[in-house]
């Protein structure tokens, strides 16, 4: 049971990604879903969550910028990603959640490397 990102790439800043979260062996639906990213020589930090009812949470880095949503047919999680800053540079992993903000997170994927520079 596992979750499994991908999407990630080199994009110039300003530019925009979209990365999915799939899972494999267990449906999404039930679960909150929350994107974390960490950086070289910096401490995680959760980006984004959505609940299983569709309530989302951004971190102040992310308002205005990312959308994460969740995509039902295809049992994903998305999060688009616009006007990408180099400090947006990092390792995107997702991770499952009963509920956004409330621990304990499980079921973490591998993670997709993002990176933004010109």
């Known amino acids: 049971l596992q979750l499994v990102e991908s999407g990630g790439g080199l994009v110039q800043p300003g530019g925009s990604l979209t990365l999915s979260c799939a899972a494999s062996g267990f449906n999404l639906d039930v679960y909150a879903i929350s994107w974390f990213r960490q950086a070289p020589g910096k401490e995680r930090e959760e980006v984004s969550c959505i609940g299983s009812d569709g309530t989302t949470t951004y971190a102040d880095s992310a308002k205005g910028r990312f959308i994460i949503t969740r995509d039902n047919v295809k049992d994903a999680v998305h999060l688009q990603m616009n006007s990408l800053k180099p400090e947006d540079t990092a390792v995107y992993s997702c991770?499952?959640?009963?509920?956004?903000?409330?621990?304990?997170?499980?079921?973490w994927g591998q993670g997709t490397q993002v990176i933004v520079s010109s």
């Open positions: 991770a499952a959640v009963s509920v956004c903000g409330l621990g304990p997170y499980g079921f």
